[in-house]
């Protein structure tokens, strides 16, 4: 399989890129972070929550500024068509306004659905040489798939982002590998500002990045799977996305099953996934974040191997990780349960008691993306 080797010019875009998205992340937080503790706008502990303590949620600000700084000046624009930035821009207002204010999940749906129609007319679409119609398919799934993924991933303090960023940095090689500078950039820019805001948001986590951060993040992770799909100097098998993000894929689908088997909405807020039920084992929540960010560099690796190595190879791998994942899963459903609470008990709290009350007559589900 031929490969591009980047230039030292494409090295320093990239360098360019993900510099300046770290440093306004870094700025930018404590700035927000400020002003959503004076503004009241925290995310409250309820028995759907896994955090002590009101803790801002606004995070997302400062990634969505880092992300467009960091593409912007390090020429990543044209790594998409327009509509797939309108898309994401979209998700940011949506996620924006239902940690402002709540939106129900019709709304909420509404916009993730809006945001997957703008990407499909920029002609990204999920195995781009199969049929057309399943491809547009498989597209829509995986768009609507890993921008829920992302959202319900952000359940522990750390995770989302680190996930985020292993991922992004895989995709961003494979990207320079192919040749293709704009989308490496924008994965460069995306893994900067991710780690970045690492430094607020391990635990104990001093903010969140809330819905307006999971949503576009996991929006622009789905586009830069994508777009490592299309033509470029070395063909991608259709696989390497799904294995490289397969951390934040198989606690959804871990999450959903189990809470179909129980008879129990799917979305709903909870303590029930892959992360709390370690916790509930023994491991502490670094330990447990150390453990999900393992997983990322392994199932980067893989899909690197799939980028540029042996087709078999990499087949043998992924189909590892799917034994793995398969054991994992029936491992933590029979050895654990979905447990009522996170650390700590917040049923005692007439203010968290409000605040389900409140939640369950707008009809919106708990948020897992605003607050851990």
């Not at 010019?9 to 700025?27: D, K, N, Q, W």
């Not at 927000?32 to 949620?57: F, K, L, Q």
């Not at 576009?216 to 490289?244: D, F």
């Amino acid at each position: 399989m031929s490969v591009i080797l980047p230039s030292a010019l494409a090295l320093a875009e990239m360098g360019i890129a993900a510099g300046t998205g770290a440093l306004l992340v870094l700025l930018v937080v404590p700035l927000v972070e400020r002003g959503a503790r004076r503004s009241g706008w925290m995310a409250v502990p309820t028995r759907a929550r896994w955090h002590e303590g009101a803790t801002p949620h606004l995070g997302g600000i400062a990634l969505a500024v880092g992300i467009a700084a960091g593409v912007t000046v390090g020429g990543g624009g044209p790594a998409f068509a327009r509509p797939v930035w309108m898309g994401a821009g979209l998700l940011f207002v949506a996620g924006l306004a239902d940690d402002l204010r709540g939106l129900r999940p019709s709304a909420k749906f509404g916009a993730q659905l809006g945001a997957t129609a703008l990407l499909l007319t920029a002609g990204l679409h999920f195995w781009p040489a199969g049929p057309t119609g399943v491809s547009a398919l498989l597209t829509v799934l995986w768009v609507l798939g890993l921008t829920n993924a992302l959202n319900l991933v952000d359940a522990m303090d750390g995770i989302a982002a680190g996930v985020a960023a292993l991922a992004a940095l895989s995709l961003g090689v494979m990207s320079a590998w192919q040749g293709r500078l704009p989308l490496a950039v924008v994965a460069a820019a995306v893994a900067a500002v991710t780690i970045g805001f690492l430094a607020y948001n391990f635990s104990p986590a001093r903010i969140f990045m809330g819905d307006c951060g999971s949503l576009p993040l996991g929006y622009l992770l789905a586009a830069l799977g994508l777009g490592v799909q299309q033509s470029g100097a070395a063909k991608i098998p259709a696989l390497v996305p799904v294995v490289v993000l397969a951390v934040p894929l198989f606690d959804t689908l871990f999450v959903s099953a189990t809470r179909l088997r129980r008879g129990q909405s799917v979305a709903e807020g909870g303590t029930d996934h892959t992360m709390h039920r370690l916790a509930r084992q023994g491991w502490s929540e670094r330990q447990v974040a150390l453990l999900f960010y393992g997983a990322g560099v392994a199932c980067g690796g893989i899909g690197v191997v799939g980028a540029v190595g042996p087709p078999l190879l990499f087949y043998g791998l992924a189909a590892g990780v799917g034994g793995g994942v398969l054991a994992v899963g029936r491992h933590l459903a029979r050895q654990t349960g979905p447990g009522p609470t996170g650390p700590p008990d917040p049923a005692s709290s007439a203010e968290e008691r409000s605040v389900e009350i409140d939640e369950r007559d707008r009809g919106a589900p708990t948020s897992e993306g605003t607050a851990p």
